[in-house]
């Protein structure tokens, strides 16, 4: 039983570590996108803004926001492949 929880212990922290190196690697992609699009990701992702907020404190539409995101969101997958 100990040995079981031992291997278990060692395999969510290995994974901990490999989920945090995931996260580094796609947050420095995303440091990298055309600034407008970077700002639209990270009011999305960080502060949890919905499209309509993140177009009225960028001065564009809820439209322009989603798309913004959506095409950012594109970049960053095909990087990833």
Aim: proline content about 1%.
């Amino acid at each position: 039983m100990e040995l079981d929880e031992t291997i278990i212990a060692r395999t969510d922290t290995e994974q901990q570590a490999i989920n945090r190196i995931e996260i580094s690697n796609i947050w420095d992609k995303v440091q990298a996108l055309p600034e407008k699009m970077k700002q639209v990701v990270e009011l999305r992702l960080l502060s949890n803004l919905a499209f309509k907020e993140i177009g009225q404190m960028l001065g564009k539409s809820e439209n322009w926001a989603r798309v913004t995101f959506y095409r950012a969101k594109l970049m960053l997958i095909k990087e990833n492949e």
